[in-house]
């Protein structure tokens, strides 16, 4: 059976890896679904033979029950490594392959040195790791795709090395999955009650900062927010629109006060104009009753 795609569209997957510091050897994160079909990521901390200085990742075709034998699936897909400081300087790898029962995975050994990547200031690991893949499927044979929705297994822990006594054990790995991480979830939420709970008047200085902070989160995850950046654009331009408001209001205000001292002063005029007419008067009797 031989499935072709009519548009080139790219799908997203991307994992997010805690306490990457703390990995020695291989991890992997099982089973997502993009463009209709299972996948898998291999990440090598120390190199696919554990011995080399550069990171490697490798993308993986899952076998499945859905397969016939003879199956191929052609593949254009980009692996990822983001940093988390400067997103130009993200790397980008692209790949062609044509994944089959004798070659079913592909990826680089020698994506980055390690130093490098170890490095805080690089900005790609803050003992957080976010690796990512883009899959175009370009034809598939004797396969049938699954549904994207479905989770094949848990995929929210591996097997790592574990630096207590113990020996080894399970670490917790967020995974991010598009639409239903509830990290991703959470970083959205927290953008959309603050939109909803603040007012233009309450877009200060440190209101925006705080705003930033959590966009800045959200676009980690580097999902498409088309639909809701020009919203916090919007939100995060109120301070210079709210200082501007507040100074309009105290003008308003300060004209306000200015018309009471007018009204003040003009009735503080009519009370000596008149106690001058008073005196004038008393003046020209006085000086009548003098002459006779």
């Not at 696919?48 to 016939?68: G, P, R, V």
């Not at 080894?168 to 959205?188: D, H, Q, W, Y």
């Not at 950046?229 to 939100?235: F, I, T």
């Amino acid at each position: 059976m031989e499935n072709k795609k009519s548009t080139k569209t790219f799908e997203k997957f991307t994992w997010k890896i805690e306490n990457f510091s703390r990995l020695t050897e291989q991890v992997y994160h099982e089973h997502f679904v993009l463009a209709g079909y299972p996948w898998t990521l291999d990440l090598y901390p120390k190199g696919a033979d554990n011995e080399n200085n550069y990171l490697t990742i490798c993308l993986k075709a899952t076998q499945t029950a859905n397969m016939s034998e003879g199956w191929r699936r052609d593949a254009k897909f980009k692996l990822l490594l983001f940093n988390q400081v400067h997103t130009y300087k993200t790397i980008t790898r692209e790949f062609n392959h044509k994944f089959n029962a004798q070659d079913n995975n592909q990826g680089l050994n020698y994506f980055m040195r390690l130093p490098e990547l170890r490095d805080p200031k690089c900005g790609f690991v803050k003992d957080v790791c976010i690796i990512g893949v883009e899959i175009f499927v370009s034809k598939s044979m004797l396969e049938k795709q699954v549904n994207q929705t479905v989770n094949l297994i848990d995929q929210t822990k591996v097997q790592v090395p574990s630096p207590t006594p113990e020996g080894r054990g399970l670490i917790n790995l967020e995974t991010i999955l598009p639409f239903s991480s509830e990290s991703v979830f959470a970083a959205v939420g927290r953008v959309l009650y603050f939109l909803k709970t603040r007012k233009v008047k309450d877009m200060n200085a440190q209101a925006c900062k705080d705003l930033q902070v959590l966009w800045d989160e959200l676009q980690n995850f580097q999902f498409d927010l088309t639909w809701l950046e020009p919203h916090v654009q919007s939100a995060l331009g109120m301070k210079s629109y709210a200082e501007r408001a507040m100074q309009v209001q105290k003008l308003k205000d300060s004209l306000v006060v200015l018309k009471l001292e007018t009204k003040k002063l003009e009735e503080k005029l009519v009370a000596a104009e008149f106690n001058l007419y008073v005196e004038s008067d008393l003046l020209k009797a006085k000086g009548m009753k003098e002459g006779h």
